[in-house]
């Protein structure tokens, strides 16, 4: 990731613009939570008419991440410049503020502000690049980069030039020397950085690199913190790589339905739909649960600490308050944006969203109280309640990626509508970023859906999950499921009992069994595979005991998780339980036939 500092020093900068740089502190993501202090009075700096006072009290308020008031202070200190270095450094301080909110359309405004007071400023410059990659101008960003580059290796030029008619200079001239390198390497990063993130808004993600970059970032926390910062530290990694995409899909207006996500042609199995980065997340140690595992929607005390917190963001982010304007809270549709009626575009949850705001007349430290219009503190713990769900949200029954101490809010994936069967789409997750893909071939006008918690489970339980959401399921399965529920509990209750025998692995025997009880019940087809769908859970706890006692053979085995695996594709492609079973379709393949399976996720 690309690396700057952040917080201009009350003394003079150095040659190479980098005073007090940590070359450890990483620009931030814009993919992870955004929150901030309450803006309250401003504290009385010693000098109170004096723009450097006011500019070192919103460093203090920086270092302490209370960003509203450091912006009150950077703004302060803007109307109390006497010079134009004054101006540059508040101006500068003002747009890392931006930056830190993920306001990159603000921050481009103060960072080129800043440079038109000094073009020489290179915390500046550098600020610059950070907005525009940011607002996801990758070209430019990158030409941008590559400008600096020549630049800070001209300017390395004239002071080597100078050092070796001064004698060579002393130790100060080393260090000058030696951060001049460390910021030619970062300036370089920084433009290969943008034209990698150019491919990737165009669709074109190297997961391979992306998983290896968190893998080697996680083997430095590891070294450096020990091993319980590997799995924070590779999703972090992960989620740096991740640059928001929109492929061929639109937001309409759907009879009956509210809003949804529609293709706007046809795509194949695999296509890569969308990609998308969190507006914001709460994750906290595993032993607090943020997401109920039941529903996969955030708890209470998560939906407050949500809501809280992007509303202080939004008073911020001007551009994360029209987002936010546009989710629904389960009572109204949000608007398009600002104050569009209709359903919104796509491009709103895009980077590019943000380039409105640079040309703005905002004078002050953000969006300020109009930001939050709309946005009271009723309907945005509402739009928690309704939109946002845990990492690994349907990932069906064992699936083992729910991460139940984290709930996260995304934007565009926000509208897509839930489905027990039907599932068109597939979700994986690289730390807080969504990546969406076609489950099936699929035409021009087709609504994506994807289940928003577990449809392995009896009709009663999926409706309860549902109305915790606000809605009624009734799709082609549970309608179906709803006039056969009680023989779905009679089947469960069977192999509940069965898996209450101290010693029974014959699972083989019990699941046939019960496979010839189903097809009498409904018949072969898409009804047999719902009705299994159901029992599930219970089928594949049996296989996994019969299987860890060793008794269950490789022909067995290879049948059984053959046909788990069919009924997961009818209702979950592509799910984490899903693969799980392929998985286990594959081994017992080859162990009977010598050979891997055909079956394919």
């Known amino acids: 990731a690309m690396l700057m500092p952040l917080i ?60 509203a008031t450091a912006m009150s202070w950077y703004t302060e ?30 921050a481009l405004r103060d960072g080129r502000a800043a440079l038109r007071t000094d073009p020489t400023h290179k915390k500046s410059a550098q600020r610059v690049g950070a907005a525009l990659m940011g607002l996801g101008l990758f070209g430019e960003a990158a030409e941008h980069f590559g400008d600096l580059v020549q630049s800070h290796l001209s300017s390395m030029k004239q002071e080597q030039d100078v050092a070796k008619l001064g004698g060579g200079g002393g130790g100060g001239a080393k260090k000058a020397a030696k951060a001049a390198e460390a910021l030619l390497v970062q300036l370089r ?9 150019a491919a990737q808004a165009g669709g074109a993600y190297d997961l391979d690199t992306i998983y290896s970059a968190g893998l080697d970032a996680a083997a430095s926390s590891v ?76 708890t209470e005390a998560c939906q407050d600490d949500l809501a809280n917190a992007l509303r202080e963001a939004a008073q911020l982010n001007p551009l994360l308050s029209r987002r936010l304007q546009a989710l629904s809270d389960g009572h109204t549709v949000g608007v398009g944006g600002a104050h569009e009626a209709g359903p919104p575009s796509v491009d709103l949850y895009l980077p590019q969203a943000g380039v409105v705001d640079v040309d703005g007349d905002d004078e002050g430290s953000g969006g300020g109280s109009e930001s939050l219009t709309g946005l009271s503190v009723d309907r945005m713990r509402n739009v928690v309640r309704f939109n946002a769900f845990g990492e690994g949200m349907a990932s069906g029954s064992g699936g083992g990626a729910i991460r139940e101490s984290t709930a996260v809010l995304w934007g565009l994936p926000s509208f897509i509508n839930h489905a027990c069967c039907g ?18 071939d699929m035409g021009e006008g087709t609504e994506l859906v994807f289940p928003y918690f577990d449809v392995c489970r009896p009709v009663a339980d999926m409706q309860a999950a549902a109305a915790s959401w606000g809605f009624v399921c009734s799709d082609r399965r549970c309608d179906f499921e709803s006039d056969w529920a009680e023989q779905v509990r009679e089947a469960r209750a069977t192999l509940e009992i069965a898996l209450t025998v101290p010693g029974y692995t014959d699972a083989a025997f019990v699941i046939k069994r019960m496979e010839v ?13 719902w009705m299994r769908a159901s029992l599930t859970d219970l089928y594949l706890t049996m296989l996994d005991a019969a299987e860890r006692a060793g008794a269950l053979p490789p022909q067995a085995g290879y049948e059984l998780y053959a046909i788990c695996a069919e009924s997961l594709e009818c209702v979950c492609p592509g799910s984490a339980v899903h693969c799980q079973v392929v998985q286990r379709v594959s081994h017992f393949s080859s162990i009977w036939h010598g050979r891997e399976s055909s079956f394919t996720v």
Request: hydrophobic share 40%; proline share 6%.
């Open 77 to 106: 200190a803007v109307v109390r410049a006497d010079d134009e270095t004054d101006m540059c450094l508040a101006l500068s301080n003002r747009a890392a503020c931006h930056i830190k909110v993920a306001a990159f359309g603000p």
């Open 189 to 197: 990063a920084s433009t290969e950085e943008a034209h990698a993130r």
């Open 517 to 529: 009880r189903l097809t009498k019940l409904v018949g072969d087809g898409e009804k047999l595979l």
């Open 8 to 67: 201009d020093s009350n003394s003079s900068s150095t040659s190479n613009g980098l005073p007090h740089h940590d070359p450890a502190s990483p620009l931030p993501s814009k993919s992870k939570p955004l929150t901030s202090t309450q803006p309250g009075s401003l504290p009385s700096p010693v000098d109170p008419d004096s723009t450097e006072a006011a500019r070192g009290a919103g460093n203090e308020a920086f270092r302490r991440q209370d960003w």
């Open 223 to 298: 070294k450096k913190n020990g091993t319980a910062a590997m799995k924070e530290s590779l999703a972090e990694a992960a989620a740096c790589f991740g640059e928001d995409f929109a492929g061929p899909v639109a937001i309409q207006a759907l009879p009956g339905k509210g809003r949804g996500v529609v293709l706007t042609r046809a795509v194949a199995a695999g296509e890569l739909l969308l990609v998308s980065n969190c507006l914001a997340c709460v994750s906290t140690a595993a032993t607090v649960v943020r997401v109920d595992p039941r529903t996969q929607q955030a």
């Open 423 to 440: 599932v068109n789409t597939t979700k994986v997750f690289l730390g807080s970023t969504l990546f969406l893909r076609a489950a099936c």
